[in-house]
């Protein structure tokens, strides 16, 4: 069996994650230049997180815009707390930040990663979501955004 053979498959992008100061004001621009309104707008505290090795606290709010087959995330911190957001915005101003994917299982992907997580990429961010489920943030693996992948519970 090749490595292509034996890698999980990536599936459909689910969204696009763009960080922003302001989220009133971003989703007030995406609606003037787009005519899409941010819908589902929703604070997460995720308590459980591990940032960049170490544990943290990651506190945001979240916004999304339905554009087709897959979604823009809106993203804005919540408070000064170090985190992938507030260090995206010291680093890089407002943009895109990540692609986000659903999948069946986060180990399956960042096992069959394995050494280039410690060469090429990082595990930036692992959060437990409050409703269940988990995400994680890996970056160096998509020239440029970092992959998100997201692992909900199953029904």
Do not use: Q
Not at 26 to 44: H, N, Q
Not at 59 to 86: K, M, Q, V
């Amino acid at each position: 069996m090749t490595a292509r053979e034996s890698a999980p498959i990536l599936p459909p992008l689910y969204h696009v994650g763009i960080v922003v100061r302001d989220m009133a004001a971003a989703s007030a621009a995406f609606e003037a230049r787009w005519g899409v309104p941010t819908e589902r707008i929703f604070d997460l505290d995720c308590a459980d997180a591990t940032f960049r090795g170490h544990p943290a606290r990651v506190r945001a709010r979240y916004g999304f815009l339905a554009t087709g087959a897959s979604e823009i995330e809106l993203i804005e911190p919540l408070d000064d707390a170090p985190n992938p957001y507030n260090e995206f915005l010291a680093e890089h101003g407002e943009g895109v930040h990540h692609l986000a994917y659903i999948v069946e299982s986060i180990a399956a992907y960042t096992d069959h990663l394995g050494g280039e997580l410690s060469t090429a990429g990082r595990v930036v961010l692992d959060a437990a979501l409050p409703m269940g489920g988990r995400f994680t943030y890996l970056e160096g693996l998509a020239f440029g955004p970092v992959v998100e992948l997201i692992e909900v519970p199953r029904s």
